[in-house]
């Protein structure tokens, strides 16, 4: 347990910053300020789940103890065991989560492929499945931007995943996601296949400095489409900005006040930059893993096959015989195959 949760090593760490926080001087920069307390409860933390985790097993020696001389069953230890073991196991991979950007919240969009109706709805199960996963798991859920398909679905979505290491936990999820079934928009009730991409990437937050020139930014304002009632179609507050010597686009039609969808399309801008930054490093760093991770974000990383009853991660092998539960939000076993998937690799 201590070389998964490094304890020794986080609790100097913990006491060095804490002194630091004393100076006098401390807040006078609050962007650093404010990433050491950050920092600070992050490794709180670790060292409170690893307490958790060896009280669990303290009382996994006791129940020995007690079957050893006839007051505790086989069956009450084995059980005390597996608590032990899944929790070590559900936070080993978490452990892995040590990049700067994985402790952020993330934007995660979704794109309907060719296909038409079908790649549209396969969007909505998708934006479903998110959706769910993010709710089961303590995450708060923000629509930014949605276009409905013509027919069913959507042909985009946009949602904001708010909490601690949503980055982390969710970008592996980057790529083409594949759909097999029987459709339930053919007549004939034939077998079709449906593509949509994902993307993730972080939200930064007051700790990370993205500095963008006003002068650099052009503005657009439109009248919202999709759901959100009458009135976001009947006023212009949904915002189109571009950042002109990248090229990079951003829309938010999420309020009704244009003001607050100016505020979103920045922070959403800022993100798209930072993670621009974040591959830039990567390929000064090491160019030929950094296109092994280009080519394996553009390409299919997961095929849903609902007729035959399977799920399967084409990067780790990982396989699951319940497809309906993946669609219902159970993704953290796809999640930790991944990371330590990479984790093991490098």
Same mark, same amino acid.
């Given at each position: 347990?201590?070389?998964?949760?490094?304890?020794?090593?986080?609790?100097?760490?913990?006491?060095?910053?804490?002194?630091?926080?004393?100076?006098?001087?401390?807040?006078?920069?609050?962007?650093?300020?404010?990433?050491?307390?950050?920092?600070?409860? *992050?490794? @709180?933390?670790?060292? +409170?789940?690893?307490?958790?985790?060896?009280?669990?097993?303290? &009382?996994? #020696? !006791?129940?020995? /103890?007690?079957?050893?001389?006839?007051?505790?069953?086989?069956?009450?230890?084995?059980?005390?065991?597996?608590?032990?073991?899944?929790?070590?196991?559900?936070?080993?991979?978490?452990?892995?989560?040590?990049?700067?950007?994985?402790?952020?919240?993330?934007?995660?969009?979704?794109?309907?492929?060719?296909?038409?109706?079908?790649?549209?709805?396969?969007?909505?199960?998708?934006?479903?499945?998110?959706?769910?996963?993010?709710?089961?798991?303590?995450?708060?859920?923000?629509?930014?931007?949605?276009?409905?398909?013509?027919?069913?679905?959507?042909?985009?979505?946009?949602?904001?995943?708010?909490?601690?290491?949503?980055?982390?936990?969710?970008?592996?999820?980057?790529?083409?996601?594949?759909?097999?079934?029987?459709?339930?928009?053919?007549? *004939?009730? @034939?077998?079709?296949? +449906?593509?949509?991409?994902?993307?993730?990437?972080?939200?930064? &937050?007051? #700790? !990370?400095?993205? /500095?963008?020139?006003?002068?650099?930014?052009?503005?657009?304002?439109?009248?919202?489409?999709?759901?959100?009632?009458?009135?976001?179609?009947?006023?212009?507050?949904?915002?189109?900005?571009?950042?002109?010597?990248?090229?990079?686009?951003?829309?938010?039609?999420?309020?009704?006040?244009?003001?607050?969808?100016?505020?979103?399309?920045?922070?959403?801008?800022?993100?798209?930059?930072?993670?621009?930054?974040?591959?830039?490093?990567?390929?000064?760093?090491?160019?030929?893993?950094?296109?092994?991770?280009?080519?394996?974000?553009?390409?299919?990383?997961?095929?849903?096959?609902?007729?035959?009853?399977?799920?399967?991660?084409?990067?780790?092998?990982?396989?699951?015989?319940?497809?309906?539960?993946?669609?219902?939000?159970?993704?953290?076993?796809?999640? @930790?195959?991944?990371?330590?998937?990479?984790?093991?690799?490098?």
């Amino acid at each position: 347990m201590g070389g998964i949760f490094d304890v020794a090593n986080k609790i100097e760490q913990i006491k060095d910053d804490e002194a630091k926080t004393l100076a006098p001087d401390f807040w006078n920069d609050q962007l650093k300020a404010q990433a050491l307390m950050k920092e600070i409860k *992050q490794h @709180k933390n670790w060292v +409170s789940l690893f307490k958790h985790i060896e009280g669990k097993f303290d &009382d996994l #020696t !006791i129940l020995k /103890e007690f079957k050893e001389i006839g007051e505790s069953t086989e069956e009450e230890v084995d059980h005390q065991y597996q608590l032990v073991v899944n929790e070590l196991e559900e936070n080993e991979f978490k452990s892995t989560l040590k990049s700067e950007e994985d402790s952020l919240s993330a934007i995660l969009e979704i794109n309907a492929g060719a296909g038409g109706t079908e790649s549209c709805d396969w969007g909505s199960m998708l934006m479903r499945m998110y959706t769910m996963w993010a709710q089961k798991n303590g995450y708060t859920v923000n629509e930014l931007d949605y276009q409905a398909g013509d027919v069913a679905g959507i042909k985009s979505v946009i949602l904001e995943i708010e909490g601690d290491f949503a980055f982390g936990m969710l970008k592996g999820e980057n790529g083409v996601h594949r759909l097999v079934r029987i459709s339930p928009f053919n007549a *004939q009730g @034939k077998r079709m296949t +449906s593509f949509c991409s994902v993307y993730v990437h972080p939200i930064v &937050d007051d #700790t !990370i400095e993205i /500095e963008i020139n006003p002068a650099d930014l052009e503005w657009d304002t439109f009248r919202a489409q999709g759901a959100g009632g009458q009135h976001v179609n009947k006023t212009e507050s949904a915002v189109r900005v571009t950042h002109v010597p990248t090229n990079t686009i951003v829309e938010c039609q999420q309020q009704r006040s244009q003001i607050q969808n100016r505020e979103t399309a920045m922070k959403m801008l800022k993100s798209k930059l930072y993670e621009q930054e974040m591959q830039k490093k990567l390929e000064a760093r090491d160019a030929i893993e950094a296109q092994k991770m280009k080519n394996e974000w553009g390409s299919q990383i997961r095929s849903y096959v609902l007729d035959d009853r399977w799920v399967k991660d084409l990067r780790t092998g990982y396989k699951v015989n319940n497809p309906d539960n993946v669609l219902n939000g159970d993704l953290n076993g796809f999640f @930790k195959a991944y990371l330590l998937h990479k984790s093991e690799s490098k």
